[in-house]
């Protein structure tokens, strides 16, 4: 499939309003976290995050609620979480959503600590700094989706911690974008346009049962 047509868009689709999507997003990522207490399930957050996204004006969901907390959070999309888990005194979780606002698709992700866990702390900065460092290398250097993930496992391994290869970004766009979509950013073999691809990064401990989660929109801007 050509570069033209995976980046393919809906005859409404409108930049600013991917951005105002992807600003309303990250309020409920916020709005969330604000939520978020020792003793909470998985299942009670997702009840407490749906009040969030209604005060917003969401439209809809375009991907389930993902919330994971503690061992948890080395799961990918696909697995199961562990039911009986809650969020523990000082422990981590993180939130990924992804809500639809004025007829565009946002999605964002981040990884947050309770209480006092050093170490899991450690966890959820790497993520966002390796995020940073990914996304900045697609900038300067113009990547594809493929060496932008090869770059991502040198500079996790580096920093000490494993990739999670099954998670590697994906399309968004007017919603639906499913639609349009033509496979994941880890396997667009050309440099991804601005403002309509998602970078995921997950990375673990490699030892213990903990991860950290961090996504956005690649832009420009």
């Excluded at 990884?111 to 460092?133: E, I, M, N, S, Y």
């Amino acid at each position: 499939m050509s570069p033209i047509q995976q980046e393919a868009v809906g005859n409404r689709f409108d930049p600013r309003r991917m951005q105002h999507a992807r600003e309303r997003t990250w309020a409920a990522v916020q709005g969330t976290r604000e939520r978020m207490r020792p003793g909470i399930s998985e299942d009670e957050a997702r009840v407490e995050a749906a009040e969030v996204f209604r005060a917003l004006g969401i439209e809809r969901l375009w991907h389930p609620v993902i919330i994971r907390i503690g061992p948890n959070t080395t799961k990918t999309y696909r697995e199961r979480s562990d039911t009986s888990v809650r969020l523990g005194e000082n422990d981590i979780y993180f939130i990924d959503l992804g809500l639809v606002f004025d007829g565009h698709e946002g999605d964002a992700g981040d990884t947050f600590v309770v209480g006092h866990a050093p170490q899991q702390q450690a966890c959820a900065d790497a993520a966002r700094a390796l995020f940073k460092l990914v996304a900045e290398a697609w900038r300067s250097q113009g990547l594809s989706g493929e060496a932008l993930y090869a770059y991502a496992q040198q500079q996790a391994e580096a920093m000490g911690w494993q990739l999670n290869h099954e998670i590697k970004g994906h399309r968004v766009s007017d919603f639906p974008h499913s639609v349009h979509k033509a496979g994941d950013l880890g396997d667009l073999g050309e440099r991804p346009s601005s403002g309509l691809w998602i970078l995921e990064i997950q990375i673990a401990h490699p030892s213990e049962p903990y991860g950290a989660f961090y996504e956005d929109l690649l832009s420009v801007d």
